[in-house]
Nanobody, 126 residues
Framework: QVRVVESGGGLVQAGGSLRLSCTAS????????MAWFRQAPGKERERVSC???????YYADSMKGRFTISRDNAKNTLYLQMSSLTLEDTGIYYC????????????????????WGQGTQVTVSS
């Protein structure tokens, strides 16, 4: 059974930085795309970033230039480095193990997700 567990959320001031981590088990980690989603209060869950099995990266437009996704296959761990955080970045951040190697085929909808983490809260204060 695939399992993913996030960590690293917390409270940060606007303009600050935070790094999220996600450890996966129950899958051949280096053979799958991994992704981050987030859900702000009162809003639908949205895509944040994706990294495929070859470590090509993709970002939602509002995250480009501020967020960096990376993976350490030796540690079965996914990261999201977030900087220049704004109040609009507040929400629950979810790690997801995708069903395929490619972000292009699995990142488009929830149907492409193999397993979700429980989420980690990120709160940006003014």
């Amino acid at each position: 059974q695939v399992r993913v567990v996030e960590s690293g959320g917390g409270l940060v001031q606007a303009g600050g930085s935070l790094r999220l981590s996600c450890t996966a088990s129950g899958l051949a980690f280096d053979g799958y795309a991994m992704a981050w989603f987030r859900q702000a209060p009162g809003k639908e869950r949205e895509r944040v970033s994706c990294i495929n099995w070859r470590s090509s990266t993709y970002y939602a437009d509002s995250m480009k230039g501020r967020f960096t996704i990376s993976r350490d296959n030796a540690k079965n761990t996914l990261y999201l480095q977030m900087s220049s955080l704004t109040l609009e970045d507040t929400g629950i951040y979810y790690c997801a193990a995708l069903k395929t190697q490619w972000c292009s085929t699995s990142w488009n909808s929830r149907e492409g997700v193999n397993a979700w983490g429980q989420g980690t809260q990120v709160t940006v204060s003014s």
